[in-house]
C-alpha cells in the first residue's frame, strides 16, 4: 500500500506527456563510443559523444569506469573542453595516452590515472593522430604527417611581405591528390615515430619523401621494434587494394619486408611470445567485392594460412587471446557486428559477444567499438529506441550497462522496430530488412511507406536507431530498409551478387520488400516514396527510370555517371579495377549503360538531389548533371547543397537539413 502523500501526489500530478522525436533532439542525445577495458579488465574508459548546438559540432568526453563485483562507476575524466581522443591504457593500467591539442595542434598525452592529471609529452610541429603503448610502458609509437614544402614553379617571383595576392595555386602530380573529408592532399608524408611515455626527443623510424605507413602497426613483445602496413610497392596508387607488411628496430634503421602477398596485409598483430603475425585482408582480385579475411603467418616471413575460412564473414578488427591460442575476430554478420574466439588450430569460431551496437547514428549501418581485458569485455549496445550505450561482459553476461539516455528516452515516444524477411522476385534469394513504425502507429489507420536504401553498396544496415528513421517516422512514414544483394554480412557470394551488374537484381531485391509491405492492411499503396545515400542513391536513380510506382524520391549524394564517377573521385582505382570493368575509353558502352543519367529520359518521378559541396567520394557534378536533365525534362525536381560538407554529410546541422528536406518534399507529393 502506497503511502498516503504519495498516493495523492500520484493521483494530482499529471503525467508528463511523452513527445515524438523532433530534429532539436539531435542536440540532447550523447552516444558511448571508443570503450578501452584496462589489462585487468576492472576498469574501462569510453568516449561520451554529444552534439554542441552553440559550435554546431560533435563533441567528447572522455568517462572511467570502474568494476566492482557486478556493480559499475562512472566519473567523467577528461571534459569536452579539453578536445582528447584516442585514450588507451597502459600495459600495467595506471596511465592512460590520448591525443588531445596543445597551442591549437594534437599532441600526444600522458595521464596517471589515481592522479587525474594529463601531461604531453610531445610538442612541436607534428601532429600525432595514431598510438600503441609498448609492452613495457616506456614507450609510445605513433603516426604524424611530416610536412614539405610545396611545389614552386621556376621563375615564379616570391609575394612580396604583406601583400595581397590571389591564394597559391594547387600543383598536383600524383595519382590521388584529394580525399573525402580532408580536401586537397599537401606535400609531404606519413611516417611513424617512437617517444618516452615520459616524454622527451621524438625519434622518426621511417623515412621518405611518400606515406611509409598506411595501415595499423603493433609492437614485438619485447619493446625492440615494431610491424606496421605500408603500401610501398612501384605504382600502388593505381592498385585499388594492395599494402605490405614491414619490421623496423625501435632504433630505426632499414625496414624489412616481412609479407609478399598480392594483395591487402592490413592491421598487424604480434602474437604473445612475438612467434605470429595475424593480419586482416586477403589477395587482390578483379570481382567487385574483396571480402576482408583473418590471416597468420611465422613473424619472421613465409605463407600466410587464412582462420576464417569457415566463417565467410567479412573482419573488421582482430586481437590476440592472451594465452595465445587465438584471436577475437570483430566481425559483421546479417545486420550485426559480433566477436568470435577464433583458434588457430582451425576449429570452429566461438561467438564471446554476440551483439554490437553501431555508432553512426545518421543512418543505421552496423559496425560499433568493443575492448577486451582481462577477461571483461566492453561494447557499444544494440539499441532500437536511442543511441548505443556502454556494455560490459564478464564470463558470457552482461553485468551493467551505462545509458546516458534514458531520462530523454522517458519523455519521447518511439515507434518500434520490426525485423522482416520476403524472398527476390528475381530468382527466391532471401532478403533480410527492418521496418520503424511512426511513434502513433495504429494497424487501423493508413500510413505511407518509405523506402531507405543504404549505400556502399558494399555495407549493411541493422536494427539500430537512427536519426534520420526516427524523423521520417515521426513524420509519419512507415520506414523500410533492407540488405539487398551486395551488402556486407551474408557470405562473400551474396556480396558479389553484384559483381559487373551494378545497378541490377538488387533492383528487385528492394521493390520484393516494397510489395510485401504492401499486403499489409495499414499501408497505404497511393503513397510509396523512395530514396537512399550515396550506393543507395545509384540505386533510387535506378528505380525511378525503371518504375513510376513512387510518388517522389530523395537521391542524396548519389553516382548517376560512372565515368565522372571513376575518373573524379577519391576511389579511382577501385571503381577502374574493380566496380567497372575496362575503362571509360575502352568500354564506354558499358559505363554509360550502367550510369543512371542514361536513363533520366525514362524518369517522371519528383526528385530531390542532396549533396555536400566537399564530396569528393562521389563528387556533386553528377548530381548537378541529373538536375539539369530533369529540369530541361519538365521533372519536378530541387537540389540542396551543403557547403563544405563532405560525403558524411557534414555538421549536425547539415544532418538535419539533409533529412528535413526529404520529407518536406515527400510531403508535398503526399495523396490525402
Known sequence: MKPLFLALLLATTPALAATPFEPMDLYRLSM????????????????????????????????????????VDKRLLIPAAARASGADWSPDGSRIAYVAPVLGKPQLWV??????????????????????????????????????????LAGMPDKPE??????????????????????????????????????????????????????GFDWTPDSQALVYSTRLRPGNERLPVESDLYRIAVTGGTPERVSRIDGVED????????????????????????????????????????????????????KWAKDGKGLYAFYNDAGLTRVALVPLDGGKPRVVVNQIGGTRLYL??????????????????????????????????????????????????????ERVTWTSSKDGKPIEGWVQYPPDFSPDRKYPIALEIHGGPNTDY?????????????????????NPRGSIGYGEAFANAIDKAYPGDDHDDLMSGVDEMLKRPYID???????????????????????????????????TDWTVQGLTSDIVATTLANWVPGTPWDNHADYWRRSTLSMV????????????????????????????????????????????????????????????????????????
Open 32 to 71: 558511448v563510443t571508443d570503450p578501452q577495458v584496462s589489462p585487468d579488465g576492472g576498469k574501462v574508459i569510453f568516449n561520451r559523444a554529444t552534439f554542441d548546438l552553440a559550435t554546431d559540432s560533435r563533441q567528447g568526453e572522455t568517462w572511467l569506469a570502474t568494476v566492482t563485483g557486478k556493480t
Open 111 to 152: 595521464m596517471d590515472v589515481a592522479a587525474g592529471i594529463g601531461t604531453p609529452i610531445t610538442t612541436g610541429k607534428i601532429a600525432p593522430r595514431a598510438f600503441r603503448w609498448s609492452p613495457d610502458g616506456k614507450s609510445l609509437a605513433f603516426v604524424a604527417r611530416v610536412d614539405a614544402a610545396p611545389v614552386k
Open 162 to 215: 604583406g601583400a595581397t595576392w590571389a591564394p597559391a595555386p594547387k600543383i598536383i602530380d600524383s595519382f590521388r591528390y584529394r580525399f573525402d573529408g580532408t580536401g586537397y592532399g599537401t606535400a609531404g608524408a606519413d611516417h611513424l615515430f617512437v617517444v618516452a611515455a615520459s616524454g622527451g626527443t621524438v625519434r622518426q623510424l621511417t623515412q621518405g619523401d611518400s606515406d611509409q605507413i598506411s595501415g
Open 267 to 318: 592491421d598487424p598483430q604480434v602474437s604473445p611470445d612475438g612467434r605470429l603475425i595475424a593480419f586482416s585482408g586477403g589477395p587482390t582480385a578483379t570481382k567487385f567485392y574483396n571480402q576482408t579475411d583473418l590471416w597468420v603467418m611465422p613473424a619472421g616471413g613465409g605463407a600466410a594460412r587464412k582462420l576464417t575460412a569457415a566463417l565467410d564473414r567479412p573482419i573488421i578488427a582482430a
Open 364 to 417: 543505421p549501418s552496423s559496425g560499433g567499438n568493443w575492448a577486451e581485458g582481462g577477461g571483461t569485455f566492453a561494447y557499444t549496445t544494440v539499441e532500437a529506441d536511442r543511441p548505443a550505450a556502454l556494455g560490459i561482459q564478464r564470463g558470457g553476461k552482461e553485468i551493467a550497462r551505462i545509458d546516458f539516455n534514458a531520462d530523454w528516452r522517458a519523455g519521447k515516444q518511439i515507434g518500434k522496430l
Open 462 to 482: 541493422g536494427p539500430y536507431f537512427s536519426i534520420t528513421h526516427q524523423i521520417y517516422a515521426a513524420a509519419g512514414y512507415i520506414v523500410l530498409f533492407a
Open 525 to 559: 499503396a497511393r503513397n510509396q516514396f523512395i530514396g537512399g545515400g550515396s550506393g543507395g542513391g545509384v540505386l533510387t536513380t535506378n528505380a525511378i527510370a525503371r518504375t513510376d510506382r513512387f510518388r517522389a524520391a530523395a537521391a542524396l549524394r548519389p553516382v
Open 601 to 672: 529520359g525514362a524518369v517522371k518521378t519528383p526528385t530531390i538531389l542532396i549533396d555536400g559541396e566537399a564530396d569528393w567520394r562521389t563528387p556533386i557534378t553528377q548530381s548537378e548533371a541529373y538536375y539539369q536533365a530533369l529540369k530541361w525534362r519538365g521533372i519536378d525536381t530541387r537540389m540542396v547543397r551543403m557547403p563544405e560538407a563532405g560525403h558524411g554529410m557534414g555538421r549536425p546541422s547539415q544532418w538535419l537539413t539533409s533529412i528535413v528536406a526529404v520529407t518536406d518534399w515527400y510531403a508535398r507529393y503526399l495523396v490525402k
